[in-house]
């Protein structure tokens, strides 16, 4: 089973920024904390990946707590492409580091 | 990023027939890729790690017989979907994993192909 937990829907109006939650408590003090995302039909994309500091990208923000229980992906300007599941993951390290895919969070951008 | 492709992007079949699916990663060397499974409305699954040159390692409950799975190459994983049934129907998606210029873990980062979809008739 995963060790993050995501809520399952958000909306977000186009041009403000999405701020996604995801809580992993469990997750060890050496582990990275990755996110993807997955439109519709499409292989999931990478969007960023963090350990302890705080990570910018081209596509997003990660903020992670200093306990490292929780990370907030910030997508600052969000456009209506940007409608998705997005999963906070950690990694199966019994099984070669595969992505331990949850349920995600559907994100609306609405107009 | 870094681009993996899969190929077919969708196949239909009759049952009882055997469908191979081809992962490659185009602009890096991966010795580890991950095979997944999504049904309708579902999360991912992983279904097996391909490690080049050697066997791989099945999830539990996934048939090892039934899927077959080739790492021939350092760009190059197959999945072989055996004797086919419509419950065999789904997505099924690849990633390669890229350990980056220094191999580090914290470059360390997995790509996504399309994804196949399958229909079993």
């Known amino acids: 089973d995963a060790k993050t937990t995501q809520p399952p829907s958000m909306d977000c109006a186009e041009g403000r920024a999405a701020n996604l939650p995801c809580n992993h408590s469990?997750?060890?003090?050496?582990?990275?904390v990755y996110w993807y995302r997955q439109i519709h039909s499409q292989g999931p994309q990478y969007i960023i990946h963090?350990?302890?500091n705080n990570e910018t990208n081209e596509m997003a923000s990660l903020i992670i707590t200093e306990d490292r229980k929780s990370s907030t992906l910030i997508l600052p300007h969000a456009t209506l492409r940007d409608t998705a599941v997005y999963y906070c993951?950690?990694?199966?390290?019994?099984?070669?580091?595969?992505?331990?895919f949850g349920k995600g969070t559907s994100l609306l951008v609405t107009p | 990023g870094a681009v993996v492709s899969q190929h077919p992007s969708r196949v239909i079949c009759k049952s009882g027939t055997s469908v191979k699916i081809e992962c490659r990663s185009l602009?890096?060397?991966?010795?580890?890729m991950f095979w997944y499974r999504q049904f309708p409305k579902k999360s991912l699954m992983l279904m097996a790690t391909?490690?080049?040159?050697?066997?791989?390692?099945?999830e539990q409950g996934v048939e090892k017989d039934k899927f077959l799975i080739n790492h021939a190459s350092l760009t190059l994983s197959t999945l072989t979907v055996t004797s086919a049934h419509p419950e065999d129907s789904s997505f099924y998606i690849c990633?390669?994993?890229?350990?980056?210029?220094?191999?580090?873990?914290?470059?360390?980062?997995?790509?996504f192909g399309p994804g196949t979809r399958l229909l079993v008739l």
């Open positions: 602009d890096f060397q991966a010795t580890t």
């Open positions: 469990t997750i060890s003090g050496n582990e990275y």
């Open positions: 990633s390669a994993r890229d350990l980056g210029s220094t191999g580090s873990r914290e470059q360390e980062t997995q790509y």
């Open positions: 391909s490690n080049e040159g050697s066997k791989a390692t099945y």
């Open positions: 993951i950690d990694l199966l390290s019994n099984s070669g580091y595969a992505l331990n």
């Open positions: 963090g350990l302890k």
